[in-house]
């Protein structure tokens, strides 16, 4: 099984600041095919169900605004996030989708 | 617009089973693989099941073979996952979602919480 370790667990950050948080697969994410890395980033807000942020590592889902920025190959992936805003509150999750089983870092927790 | 609703949850007795179904509509239910992920009370997500388009082909983490079975009836546009010998670290939010052709979830259901307590 492919291992996801996330960091950090929490961070405190203030509105306009810049955010990273960093994922590792314990193997390559990365498809000798397409050459397309299978890492996908989540957002999860209180009480709510996951949304879908980045898949293919950098590839925004429709609608996500364009501060959340994925980056990353290999083994090694970030998810940035520019000027921070409240709504940006949430649970953020790595998901490798490469092969099965199919799974999720440990998660970190965005506080503002 | 895309719609998953979950139902069927509940409490159950350690040992004793569930049925969990999904509803889905606003899109093509039938070309698309279905999958269930859980999440235990203040606690991360973890996949539990993954069913092909025509439900030939399933997959699950061994933390849940041979006790959960996933299916789906493409004419009732429905996902389903019968869940058997339930142990006290199967209670959680179960989540029916969409597994879009590059294997990631792109939509998910509001959950279905499943309580598992004598």
């Known amino acids: 099984d492919i291992v996801m370790t996330q960091s950090p667990s929490s961070l405190a950050v203030s509105t306009g600041e810049t955010v990273t948080i960093n994922c590792k697969s314990s193997q390559r994410l990365l498809s000798s095919g397409n050459q397309k890395n299978y890492l996908a980033w989540y957002q999860q807000k209180p009480g709510q169900s996951p949304k879908l942020l980045i898949y293919l590592a950098s590839t925004r889902e429709s609608g996500v605004p364009d501060r959340f920025i994925g980056s990353g190959s290999g083994t090694d992936f970030t998810l940035t996030i520019s000027s921070v805003q409240a709504e940006d509150l949430a649970d953020y999750y790595c998901?490798?989708?490469?092969?099965?089983?199919?799974?999720f870092g440990s998660g970190t927790k965005l506080e503002i | 617009e895309v719609q998953l609703v979950e139902s069927g949850g509940g409490l159950v007795q350690p040992g004793r089973s569930l049925k969990l179904s999904c509803a889905a509509s606003g899109f093509t239910f039938s070309n698309y693989y279905m999958a269930w992920v859980r999440q235990a009370p203040k606690k991360g997500l973890e996949w539990v099941a993954t069913i092909s388009t025509s439900g030939s082909r399933t997959y699950s983490p061994d933390s849940v073979k041979g006790r959960f079975t996933i299916s789906r009836d493409n004419a009732k546009s429905s996902l389903y996952l019968q869940m058997n010998s339930l142990k006290s670290e199967d209670a959680a939010t179960y989540y029916c979602?969409?597994?879009?052709?590059?294997?990631?979830?792109?939509?998910w259901g509001q959950g279905v919480m499943v309580t598992v307590s004598s």
């Open positions: 979602s969409r597994q879009n052709n590059t294997g990631t979830t792109d939509y």
């Open positions: 998901q490798q989708h490469y092969s099965y089983p199919l799974t």
